[in-house]
């Protein structure tokens, strides 16, 4: 069992930046690949970011390539989204996610946090 718990949401102009964090319970951390989806109210989770379990591989939604940056501490079960030159359309919910292997479906995800709020205002 894994548990997720997210923080650094806020409000941030334009052009901004926010680093989202995402502290996870359980002995077996390290051995999940883990992410971020995130969701506007009406439309489906999209898929943001990913991260293998060693940290040696990411991944990115096509939008956030060269904006965002995915990591994660092992030795404090921690994960990190640092997002810079944020847009107004970046705002949404943003959830931390645990998964046995990397994925970009929210079919795959086995763990789910209860998400931050992220604004950007134009």
Same mark, same amino acid.
């Given at each position: 069992q894994v548990q997720l718990v997210e923080s650094g949401g806020g409000l941030v102009q334009a052009g901004g930046s926010l680093r989202l964090s995402c502290a996870a319970s359980g002995r077996t951390f390290s051995s999940y690949a883990m992410g971020w #989806? $995130?969701?506007?109210? @009406?439309?489906? $989770?999209? #898929?943001?970011?990913? !991260? /293998?379990? /060693?940290g040696g591989n990411t991944y990115y939604?096509? /939008?956030v390539k060269g904006r965002f940056t995915i990591s994660r501490d092992n030795t404090k079960n921690t994960i990190y989204l640092q997002m810079n030159s944020l847009k107004p359309e970046d705002k949404a919910v943003y959830?931390?996610?645990?998964?046995?292997?990397?994925? !970009?479906?929210?079919? @795959?995800v086995d763990y789910w946090g209860q998400g931050t709020q992220v604004t950007v205002s134009s």
């Open positions: #989806f $995130r969701q506007v109210p @009406g439309k489906e $989770r999209e #898929f943001v970011a990913a !991260i /293998s379990w /060693s939604q096509d /939008s959830y931390c996610t645990a998964a046995e292997v990397v994925t !970009i479906a929210t079919l @795959g």
